[in-house]
C-alpha cells in the first residue's frame, strides 16, 4: 500500500511565528517530493519540490527531506495571514506515481 | 502560457446518466494525472497516462470509471450509470517530461441528483 501521511491539524500559529508541518511515505524508494498550497475553494498550487536529503529553502519556505527516516517537512518562517491554507504533501513513487497526503490546515492568527 | 483547462466546471446530472470530464493539459506535457478530492481531503489518485500509454488504473474505483487519452493530449474521465456517491470535485493536473511536478487545472464539480 503506498501511503504518504500527514497531520490534519487544524495547525494555528500567531504571525510572525514559523510553521512546521511535517509529512512521512511508506514506499522507500521514493525520489521525489513536493508540497502544495491549497487554499479553500480553489486548486493546489505547487509551492516547494525537493529531491535530495537536507533543506532546500526559497524564500520564507524551507523543505527538509530524509530519505533513510522516510520523513519531509516544510517550514514557513515569518508566517502570515496569507499563509493560511491547506498544505498537501505529495511523494512520486516512481515512473511518475504520484500520491498525495489529506493535507494539513494550517491557520495563521494576526 | 497557458494552464491546464477543465470542461465542464460544474456539472449537475441525474443518477443513471453518463458524464464525460474533459481535460486539457499544459502544451507539451507528457503526463496527465486524474484526481477526486472530497472536501478536506487530500486528491485521491485516479489514473494517470505517460503521452497516450495509460500507465495505471489502480485508483480508479470501479469498472463505471474509465479514462482515455487517444492522441497524447486531452484526456477524457468517463463515468457512467453514474451514482450520488460519485458527486466530487474532480481534478486534471499535467506534468513536463523532465520533472515531476504537477500543475492543476481548475477542476469539475459534479453533483448527481
Known amino acids: 500500500q503506498k501511503e504518504v501521511e500527514q497531520n490534519s491539524g487544524p495547525l494555528s500559529v500567531p504571525e510572525g511565528a514559523i510553521a512546521s508541518l511535517n509529512c512521512t511515505y511508506s514506499?522507500?524508494?521514493?525520489?521525489?517530493f513536493f508540497w502544495y498550497r491549497q487554499y479553500s475553494g480553489k486548486s493546489p498550487e505547487l509551492i516547494m519540490s525537493?529531491?535530495?536529503?537536507g533543506d532546500k529553502e526559497d524564500g520564507r519556505f524551507t523543505a527538509q527531506l530524509n530519505k533513510a527516516s522516510q520523513y519531509v517537512s516544510l517550514l514557513i518562517r515569518d508566517s502570515q495571514p496569507s499563509d493560511s491554507a491547506t498544505y498537501l504533501c505529495?511523494?512520486?513513487?516512481?515512473?511518475?506515481?504520484?500520491?498525495f497526503g489529506a493535507g494539513t490546515r494550517l491557520t495563521v492568527k494576526p | 502560457g497557458a494552464g491546464v483547462s477543465q470542461s465542464p466546471r460544474y456539472k449537475v446530472t441525474k443518477r443513471g446518466q453518463d458524464v464525460a470530464l474533459r481535460c486539457d493539459p499544459i502544451?507539451?506535457?507528457?503526463?496527465l494525472y486524474w484526481y477526486r478530492q472530497a472536501l478536506g481531503q487530500g486528491p485521491e489518485f485516479l489514473t494517470y497516462?505517460?503521452?497516450?500509454?495509460?500507465?495505471?488504473k489502480s485508483g480508479l474505483p470501479n469498472d463505471r470509471f474509465s479514462a482515455e487519452r487517444p492522441e497524447g493530449s486531452i484526456s477524457t474521465l468517463t463515468i457512467q450509470r453514474t451514482e450520488q456517491r460519485d458527486s466530487a470535485m474532480y481534478r486534471c493536473?499535467?506534468?513536463?517530461?523532465?520533472?515531476?511536478?504537477?500543475?492543476f487545472g481548475p477542476g469539475t464539480r459534479l453533483t448527481v441528483t
Open positions: 493536473a499535467s506534468s513536463p517530461d523532465t520533472s515531476y511536478e504537477q500543475y
Open positions: 514506499d522507500r524508494g521514493s525520489q521525489s
Open positions: 525537493i529531491y535530495s536529503n
Open positions: 505529495a511523494v512520486n513513487m516512481g515512473d511518475n506515481d504520484m500520491r
Open positions: 502544451s507539451g506535457h507528457v503526463s
Open positions: 497516462f505517460n503521452y497516450e500509454a495509460q500507465q495505471d
